[in-house]
């Protein structure tokens, strides 16, 4: 009698299960170990990964991306910022070099305000900082009026306080200042866009319309879980 080495079909449908198993157990630790890689080819700045994926974005990419999380700044009462303990969330920053926050800095902190309550129901997603290396309280309010055209407050203190209370004010050295925002000395309509793991990773400015930006947000909001 000739032997056949081929197997039953219940032999075969265990060996497909368990192999289907095999696959599905191990799913989870190749996309791991490929979103891994990827991100270390984007931190290094090797890889453009908006380009790979075609998104068409109206912001400047920011490569490599800069850690905002870590890199020592400060809170007003004069405690160090820990970025680990707040809610993962997309954040506006605006940068200010200077003792002054003159009709560009009042713009831009009304600007991303603006853009901050269009979002809508994705509102609670986003937070906003300002950043500079001079204190709030030692920070004088140069403009002669404000962009919402409400009454011109005594001081700058009292205009983030009266103006935008949610905004968490940030204080660094002026090398932190320069390593984290370098784009702002040359173009100061220049505000950036923190992901929620603290990588600064984007950057507007005048050049990039209001419906634009709103655009890129939601388009990121919609791929993040957070």
Same mark, same amino acid.
């Given at each position: !009698?000739?032997?056949? #080495? ?24 190749? !996309?791991?170990?490929? *979103? ?10 090797? /890889?453009?990964?908006?380009?790979? /994926?075609?998104?068409? #974005? ?22 160090? +910022? ?9 954040? +506006? ?10 009709? *560009?800095?009042? =713009? ?32 004088? /309010? ?7 055209? =409400?009454?011109?407050?005594?001081? +700058? ?43 600064? !990773? !984007? ?15 939601? +388009? ?5 879980? #957070?």
């Amino acid at each position: !009698m000739v032997q056949s #080495n081929s197997k039953t079909p219940a032999a075969a449908g265990a060996s497909n299960g368990r192999l289907v198993l095999l696959l599905i157990a191990g799913l989870p630790v190749t !996309m791991i170990l490929a *979103a891994s890689w990827l991100w270390f080819f984007v931190v290094k700045g090797d /890889l453009d990964i908006v380009g790979v /994926l075609g998104t068409a #974005n109206r912001g400047n990419l920011v490569q490599p991306p800069r850690q905002l999380a870590e890199a020592g700044l400060t809170e007003a009462d004069g405690s160090a +910022f820990a970025f680990s303990v707040l809610e993962p969330q997309w954040t +506006f920053v605006v940068a200010n070099e200077s003792a002054r926050c003159d009709s *560009a800095c009042e =713009h831009l902190l009304y600007l991303t305000r603006q853009i901050h309550l269009a979002m809508g129901k994705e509102y609670n997603r986003i937070r906003r900082f300002y950043v500079s290396d001079i204190k709030p309280g030692s920070t004088r /309010l140069a403009v002669d009026q404000l962009s919402d055209g =409400h009454p011109l407050p005594a001081d +700058f203190a009292t205009y983030l306080e009266r103006e935008h209370p949610e905004v968490l004010a940030l204080t660094g050295t002026s090398g932190q200042m320069q390593s984290l925002f370098p784009e702002h000395a040359d173009a100061p309509d220049s505000w950036y866009l923190v992901d929620p793991a603290g990588w600064i !990773m !984007m950057r507007y400015d005048d050049s990039v319309s209001y419906k634009d930006v709103i655009a890129d947000l939601k +388009f990121l909001l919609k791929n993040s879980s #957070n």
